[in-house]
């Protein structure tokens, strides 16, 4: 019977001998420019915990602490969309970014999960329940666990009664990373704890390694390829996103979602989309440029023919154009003339 919403909030340096430091919510919530940092639980969701059906968009989650869900930590029987949002920094013992648990369902779209930390596992997302992920980015999170079968940037294990799933979409997961030795971390994007999880390809994925060969099926997924991300950086929007560097394999190599026309900053979307949350618009090609393809266009072309040679291209004399150049450069001869005679030059 009631509702939270917070709209441009900051939530910052809170601590909780318990469950939800920085917010604890049972309701519906709708968060929205929301900041949420730097808090800390002794139990489950540093930043956020959450047990109603809730939107996050265009929101900062980071450098939370936790046992459980260090940025957040979902239960319940919800359904929880994230869009537009950074989860960076967290840390906790599983789910540095997210834990979301059995009987809910996590939607998130246009959105970077990166850096967090899972001192088991599960560094950006870990999971029991129903996970579905669109235009996501999930980089450089680390987990302490020495499996090798077990993941660090999405970790999922099976559900005690409820059946869980994953579904992947243009989803981006690069430079996750596992192991107790911090001197000899191993790649470890996907994985999970015991098996039996159906797990969904719906293309254009791409993972940096080959720990999620089980999971890409599609023939429009990326497998073992180093899609040259930047560094975590405000690059306009509301929040921080992975830049594609030039040259990129995810450039072009998306699949395209009516539901989604921009990326996480707001930008829209190409009609071939970029794979992750961030999209590299596609080059904008003046009037009148030589791009080298035999693609470029000309402002003003005279087909006519022409005694003079050229054939088709030949471009004829233009006496109204001739006039008004020849208009201009006496305009400007007498204007330098002006000026340097109040210097006192007679020249």
Known sequence: TFSLTLTNVKVLANSAQGDGAGVYTGSPMT????????????????????????????????????EGGGGVFLTGSN??????????????VGGGGISARSGMTLK?????????????????????????????T??????????????????????????????LKNVLLSGNMAGSDPAALFSANCGMTGGGIPVTSQGSNLSSDASCDMWLTAATDKKSVDPKLDVLADNTGPTLTHKLLAGSPAMAAGTADASVTVDQRGVARDAVPDIGAYEDPAPVVPPGTDTGTGTGTLPSTDTSSSSGGGGGCAVSPNADFDAGLLGLLAAAASGLFLRRRRQGTAD
């Not at 996050?56 to 989650?61: D, F, G, K, M």
């Not at 359904?79 to 906790?92: D, F």
């Not at 997302?125 to 669109?134: A, C, T």
């Open 31 to 66: 968060a929205t420019g929301v900041v949420i940092s730097n808090n800390t639980s002794t139990v489950n969701g540093g930043g956020l915990y959450n047990e109603g059906n809730t939107s996050i968009v265009n929101s900062t989650i980071s450098n939370n602490t936790a």
């Open 138 to 167: 999930i980089a450089n999170n680390v987990a302490g666990s020495d499996s090798k079968t077990q993941g660090s940037g999405i970790n999922m294990f099976p559900a005690s009664s409820t059946a869980n799933a994953l579904t």
């Open 79 to 92: 359904t929880v969309n994230i869009s537009g949002s950074t989860l960076s920094g967290n840390t906790a």
């Open 108 to 136: 998130v779209v246009n959105s970077t999960i990166s850096g967090n930390t899972g001192q088991d596992v599960g560094a950006g997302i870990y999971s029991n329940g129903n996970v579905q992920l669109n235009f996501v």
